[in-house]
């Protein structure tokens, strides 16, 4: 009936193959024999989420017990939105094309705070009430949230009912369970989230109250019903057996990443102190190059993909990435796949690991030194010497390569004019390198791509404390950065930093967030990560309207011992090692890699044995 | 190298796979399949599958054909299973066979148009607009450009008739690299000129033919 519907209007919008399901691997199983159903909710388009391996993961692990079923859903385009709303199609799963409304659990994976606005449209689209506390007592359709953005989740606390914290294999299935052990038993949707809140990993916000002081910072947060004043995160311990799916739903449309990819590790051992990932995903756990050249020659012959990627926050930190990469290659070239290996760093490009990745692709480099000059690199703690960067790009340049893009963040603590000169001077060098040697690519020149983000200070990170620069600051960096540059070898590009405040605000916002959050979506905020779509000045107006200041939440320093909204979540990572840390980065002094040195973040005292043996 | 061809249908979900994504589609059903398929040489290796005639988006068909090649003798029965197994929903191959004819040599192809609207007026005011003298309409050209075309001497009619309580149309057009005629530019016109409310519901392409008129497989 639905699916009559949906296809009347699908040749009316753009790439129609997105709404209608079908694709290779995707699983359809008979409702009468569902006890469970599961609405997987990546909240932006299809393109996007389609490329995102978390919800991959999770897909299968859930599809693998018989009697729960897992689908997909995703964001319409505004085009098959305005004729979904217009014919009464409410949103619906791919697989079955079942309204998700009468879904057992709703799930969002929050992948990052702009997609925010589009969780609020998808579930009234969906025709489920915005707000949880608007939606009814019984057990059905618990709406929760799982994914990095979820470390704070509190502007997002009105309209969850749970939220997941840490790694979801596990404890998705665990509160699952419980749900199809409480709807037999009749029980109530309060009585069922008193239940799971006790499970770790599970967090209930309706069970915790905030109180604030004067000046608008958190006083207390309070946990109801003697729940646990904090909630742990879940970790999988034996990351090397952990379920991995043996083939990927295959999309027929073309999206950002189309391929077949590997998780190689979890974690990672850098500890760069903007870098949230690198905190929240501690510890650092990685896969035996047996199981991930298995599982790779599994999944490529299962979804025919022709590329394959090996996925990680830090891929060549593996420790044995060379018997990864020796194990794979003559399988990839046998069957004519391309090798990607995304997240490669500068500091340990080797001349063998090169050669490896050259034999399989032959485009442009990408390396992220972060910060122009050495003093703000130990500030940040990445761990990248001009020396090694020069190192990587002599070995690259005599590899063939002519272009280089270099990834810098703009905004960051102590950061001087001098220190944005430093990233031209960087480029400069680069370009110096190239004339220099002899034996470089011949009849070509050089380009040097400079691209500068707007830097967000995230929970959980030493940078918690610190304030963002300001609009005005970020544009002031940028035309000492554009006025340095003098030689058209070198280019640069920015972002305009509007996208990046509002990332901060909801970033470290607290409870009170979520009416702004609502308000800017009913004044038709959606889809703010898209540049064409965004609209701050709706988001000024929605925050001025519920008395906030943007300012209190982006551009504010916190002292050391504020009480920060997300301090009741329990990440491992101890707040004294940040602070710790945010002393050090102050000195410019830098912290060792995991791999070399322990500094005692706390996460080894949770997993009761040190990281690494 | 062993030239083969196979004939498939496209109908359900498929229906919504554009041309340019059923390449990529096939590219990775072919993988999955496990058959020895002959890749192109060069810098960027892919499996060489050749499609006799795209189809439009949305249209369902029970005659689609593509060739491609092997390394590798393998029996028909074989290639036929292999990629039946590999094949997503509303994709199916119905016979595959070493090909005697080019695909140069298509000059017509069949389609069956549903209509809606009430069918016994839907037939009426069909039947008279293919009476017309000339059926002009504007068509797109290569180039980029549009021209004024009569449909008229390029339609023949096969059959009418109301189906299942819809009003059904089988209609040969010229199609192929020398002429090829949309339906839609045909059913478009219609609709526009009449003002019945009747709509195209589905269209299917039932047959394939060379320019002796035999079916082209
Ligand atoms: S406990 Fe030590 S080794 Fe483990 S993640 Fe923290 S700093 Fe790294």
Known sequence: MLREKIEKLLLKVQKPARYIGGESGSIVKDRENISVRFAFCFPDTYDIGMSHLGMKILYSLINEREDYWCERVFAPGLDFEELMRENDIPLYALE???????????????????????????????????????RDDSLSCIVVAGGPCVCNPEPLADFFDIFILGEGEEVNLELMDLYKEMKAQGASKSAFLKAAAKIDGIYVPSLYSVSYNEDGTVQSVTALDGLNKRVKKRIIKDFDSVYYPDNFVVPFTDIVHNRASVEVLRGCIRGCRFCQAGFIYRP???????????????????????????????????????????????????EHINLSLPSLRVDNFSKELMDEIKKVRKSGLTFAPEAGTQRLRDVINKNVTEEELMRTCTTAFKGGYTGVKLYFMMGLPTETDDDIRGITE??????????????????????ISISTATFVPKPFTPFEFEPQATREEIMHKQQVLMDSITSRKIKASWHDPSTSILEAVLARGDRRVGQAVYRAWRKGCKFDSWSEHFKFDMWSEAFSECGLDMAFYASRRRSFDEIMPWDHLDYYVSKEFLVRENKKAKNAETTPHCRSKCSGCGVSREIGGACFE | MNKIRAVFAKTGRAKYISHLDLNRCMQRAFKRSGLPVWYTEGFNPHIYITFALPLSLGYESGCEIMDFNLTEEVPEERILSALNGAMPEGLRILKVYTPSTKHTDIAFAEYEIVFSGEPEAVSKSFQSFMESDRISVMKKTKRGGVKEIDLKPDTEVISLGIRNGSFTAVLRLPAGNEKNINPSLLTDEFIGQTNIGAEVESVRRTGILSSSGEDFF
């Open chain 1, 284 to 334: 650092f756990r990685e896969k035996s190059a047996s199981n991930v050249c298995r599982q790779a020659v599994e999944l490529c012959s299962n979804t025919g993909y022709e590329e394959m990627s090996l996925a990680s926050l830090s891929t060549s930190d593996h420790s044995q990435i060379g018997d990864i990469l020796t194990g794979l290659i003559p399988y990839t070239e046998k």
């Open chain 1, 96 to 134: 079955s094309l079942d309204p998700i409304k009468d879904f057992d659990f709703v799930g969002f994976t929050m992948q990052y705070e702009l997609s925010y606005t589009n969780v609020l449209n998808m579930l009234d689209l969906a025709g489920i009430p915005v707000l949880a506390k608007d």
């Open chain 1, 426 to 447: 960087l480029a400069q060098r680069v370009v110096d390198l190239f004339y220099s040697l002899p034996d470089r690519p011949k009849g070509k020149g050089v380009q």
